[in-house]
């Protein structure tokens, strides 16, 4: 079947014209915050096989027992570890070749888990949509290929929303192979894909205003998405902007604010810079960028993590040295804050809910490869029971 497009009228044009419409939380006000202390007693084992930086996780159910997957690309295989027993559980192994095959899933790609009979994987190498099962059958391919426009991020992991049956992911148009001086980017939306039938409506989503006129990195216009079923909406995350959009991409978004003085104005994008490569400038000013990270929801306490880091200095960039100062923001149902926990560490690949608490992963650099282990991984935990 043909995949048709449809252009949502200009509902959302403008997050500056919602924000003033929608209601907006103040930080003054926030609640009472806990004396929550970050824990460190929870890890899980690594096979051989498995490389430490491995961004293609989820957390899921099969039966009643709560699991983690870990996508193994060496192996083509699917890891399930029992969050118990804290051991690996299975391994689930994909076809590499032939109709029933997984392929492609190199940077950009995705995984959401739905349930055990729907497991989606996405390859922007391919731009495919493979939906499989917990046997490792893969029972459905969409492709996108033939529409004009990028899906997913520049980043490695490009982030899936999922409600009723579709996904919901970043498109933007594909840049020209040169582009011109006076070149104006084309408004950011979301697409929304039928895993049915594969058909695909677009729902613009304007950059918020701190975008607007400004040389900024490709990878800091990459947003998180995430889907809360009690709201039955989305919340979107914008890498510069201290604000969340809540919307349902009906009518226009409600605006709360998740503001961290870690954030700083940003640096623009200098083509002139010699310090790296220009093939390595967008990622230069990546992490030379302070910037809201991912944005996480606990459906059993309703409750919303932001994730906060500061930008590095040139010469941290320059050693490979990724730590820096973090943070979490803790929000209740209605965008309030109820905690801030700061902390030191790299990149987050690996977090969770589970019975209260919230886990995710120490820095790597420091307790694997610096401390010779490479067959464990090491979560930090926070208690999430705000009365």
């Given at each position: 079947?043909?995949?048709?497009?449809?252009?949502?009228?200009?509902?959302?044009?403008?997050?500056?014209?919602?924000?003033?419409?929608?209601?907006?939380?103040?930080?003054?006000?926030?609640?009472?915050?806990?004396?929550?202390?970050?824990?460190?007693?929870?890890?899980?084992?690594?096979?051989?096989?498995?490389?430490?930086?491995?961004?293609?996780?989820?957390?899921?159910?099969?039966?009643?027992?709560?699991?983690?997957?870990?996508?193994?690309?060496?192996?083509?295989?699917?890891?399930?570890?029992?969050?118990?027993?804290?051991?690996?559980?299975?391994?689930?192994?994909?076809?590499?070749?032939?109709?029933?095959?997984?392929?492609?899933?190199?940077?950009?790609?995705?995984?959401?888990?739905?349930?055990?009979?729907?497991?989606?994987?996405?390859?922007?190498?391919?731009?495919?949509?493979?939906?499989?099962?917990?046997?490792?059958?893969?029972?459905?391919?969409?492709?996108?290929?033939?529409?004009?426009?990028?899906?997913?991020?520049?980043?490695?992991?490009?982030?899936?929303?999922?409600?009723?049956g579709?996904?919901?992911?970043?498109?933007?148009?594909?840049y020209?192979?040169?582009?011109?001086?006076d070149?104006?980017?084309?408004?950011?939306?979301?697409?929304?894909?039928s895993?049915?039938?594969?058909?695909?409506?677009?729902?613009?989503?304007?950059?918020?205003?701190?975008?607007?006129?400004?040389?900024?990195?490709q990878?800091l216009?990459?947003?998180?998405?995430?889907?809360?079923?009690?709201?039955?909406?989305?919340?979107v995350?914008?890498?510069?902007?201290?604000?969340?959009?809540?919307?349902?991409?009906?009518?226009?978004?409600?605006?709360?604010?998740?503001?961290?003085?870690?954030?700083?104005?940003?640096?623009?994008?200098?083509?002139?810079?010699?310090?790296?490569?220009?093939?390595?400038?967008?990622?230069?000013?990546?992490?030379?960028?302070?910037?809201?990270?991912?944005?996480?929801?606990?459906?059993?306490?309703?409750?919303?993590?932001?994730?906060?880091r500061?930008?590095?200095?040139?010469?941290?960039?320059?050693?490979?040295?990724?730590?820096?100062?973090?943070?979490?923001?803790?929000?209740?149902?209605?965008?309030?804050?109820?905690?801030?926990?700061?902390?030191?560490?790299?990149?987050?690949?690996?977090?969770?809910?589970?019975?209260?608490?919230?886990?995710?992963?120490?820095?790597?650099?420091?307790?694997?490869?610096?401390?010779?282990?490479?067959?464990?991984?090491?979560?930090?935990?926070?208690?999430?029971?705000?009365?």
């Amino acid at each position: 079947m043909k995949n048709k497009i449809k252009f949502w009228p200009m509902l959302l044009y403008s997050m500056l014209v919602a924000a003033c419409s929608a209601p907006q939380n103040e930080t003054t006000q926030s609640l009472p915050k806990s004396q929550t202390k970050i824990e460190e007693d929870f890890k899980l084992p690594l096979d051989s096989e498995t490389s430490l930086y491995n961004r293609l996780n989820s957390k899921g159910k099969i039966g009643d027992k709560e699991v983690y997957f870990l996508f193994n690309q060496n192996s083509n295989t699917l890891q399930v570890y029992d969050l118990d027993s804290k051991s690996m559980d299975q391994k689930i192994t994909f076809n590499w070749d032939g109709p029933n095959s997984l392929q492609g899933l190199m940077y950009p790609f995705g995984f959401h888990y739905v349930n055990s009979d729907s497991l989606i994987f996405y390859s922007g190498m391919f731009k495919t949509i493979y939906l499989a099962n917990i046997n490792g059958e893969v029972y459905k391919k969409i492709s996108l290929a033939n529409h004009p426009i990028g899906f997913g991020s520049v980043l490695p992991k490009s982030p899936i929303a999922y409600r009723n049956g579709f996904v919901y992911m970043q498109s933007l148009p594909v840049y020209p192979p040169t582009i011109p001086e006076d070149y104006v980017h084309p408004p950011n939306r979301i697409s929304k894909i039928s895993l049915k039938n594969g058909e695909m409506e677009e729902f613009e989503l304007d950059y918020p205003e701190i975008y607007k006129n400004r040389k900024i990195s490709q990878q800091l216009k990459m947003l998180d998405i995430v889907y809360n079923p009690k709201l039955d909406k989305f919340i979107v995350s914008f890498p510069l902007s201290d604000k969340l959009y809540v919307t349902d991409f009906k009518s226009n978004p409600e605006v709360y604010g998740a503001k961290s003085d870690l954030v700083k104005n940003p640096i623009e994008t200098d083509k002139n810079n010699t310090l790296v490569e220009q093939s390595a400038l967008s990622n230069f000013y990546f992490w030379m960028n302070s910037s809201y990270e991912k944005i996480l929801y606990d459906i059993e306490n309703d409750i919303y993590i932001r994730e906060v880091r500061a930008g590095l200095s040139e010469q941290d960039y320059l050693n490979r040295k990724f730590k820096s100062k973090r943070e979490l923001i803790l929000l209740n149902s209605d965008f309030q804050e109820i905690d801030r926990i700061p902390y030191e560490s790299a990149e987050m690949y690996y977090s969770f809910f589970r019975k209260g608490s919230f886990f995710w992963n120490k820095n790597i650099q420091e307790f694997n490869l610096e401390a010779g282990i490479e067959d464990t991984l090491f979560f930090n935990s926070i208690d999430l029971v705000y009365k």
